[in-house]
């Protein structure tokens, strides 16, 4: 597809924190990451409000294990406190995703141009991303490469359908809905062989309402064109 990517991501920690760890104020990481973390790692590979990222599958590749580690967090009212964080240990998957321009910008019209987009968002995957990787949390580095999704051996390859329960989907925001309000969907995944296949977050229909919220407005003003920053990379080539 013109408008797809397929990468690799790994790295040593992965915090993917199920909501209800946090009310103690300690976290516990999800068994896998919710497709608004992987929506996020493709955004920070290259982001612009134009395009929808769309992740459509996650694949495992290492075994799903576990690590707790006594942490110090800084507390609001000053000092610090102690918590138990629960991460997930040696995290390396497969990412297959792609983009769609965002039909609720009509205002971004003027930079839509599909071919640009992906070849710039190739090469920002090539570099690794144009911002830093996090799996799940700041504290926890990832790493991104391109790749064949399907190769290599995966640890779940053979283990048919692991139903996972019910977790976060991701977060509608007003820009990509076109509804003044912040939701959350929520969902059941199930793995199986390994692959996890997102359903897309219009097909979500456990959503709950968070709070009203109005889009932040974008023009030629705040944003870069994409044929200025293709024409900024083709000119970092040719040096």
């Known amino acids: 597809m013109r ?32 497709y608004q973390a ?9 982001w612009k409000p134009t395009l929808i990222m769309i992740v459509d599958e996650l ?8 690590e707790s580690k006594g942490i110090r967090p800084i507390e609001y009212g000053g000092g610090n406190t102690l918590a138990n964080y629960t991460y997930l240990k040696k995290p390396h998957y497969q990412v297959k995703a792609h983009f769609e321009f965002n039909l609720n910008r009509p205002d971004l019209t003027y930079d839509r141009n599909e071919n640009k987009h992906h070849n710039i968002l190739k090469r ?32 779940y390859d053979q283990y048919d359908e692991v139903h996972l329960g019910t977790m976060v989907h991701g977060i509608n925001y007003p820009d990509e809905t076109g509804n003044n309000q912040m939701e959350v969907r929520l969902w059941n995944p199930v793995m199986k062989n390994g692959v996890i296949s ?19 407005h974008f023009d ?12 900024l990379y083709e000119g970092e080539v040719n040096q």
């Open 198 to 216: 997102f359903t897309r977050p219009e097909d979500c229909h456990n959503v709950r309402p968070i709070k009203e919220m109005t889009p932040k």
């Open 124 to 155: 920002s995957l090539k570099a690794g991303g144009r911002r830093d990787i996090f799996l799940g949390a700041r504290e926890c580095q990832g790493y991104v490469e391109p790749c064949k999704f399907g190769a290599d051996a995966g640890f």
């Open 3 to 34: 408008n797809s990517i397929e990468f690799s991501l790994y790295g040593d920690y992965g915090l993917f924190t199920d909501p209800l760890t946090k009310i103690g104020g300690e976290k516990m990481t999800y068994q896998v990451p919710t």
């Open 220 to 231: 030629q003003k705040n944003v870069q064109s994409v044929d200025e920053l293709f024409t």
């Open 38 to 46: 992987l929506k996020g790692i493709v955004e920070s590979i290259y």
């Open 59 to 66: 694949r495992v590749i290492n075994a799903i294990q576990m």
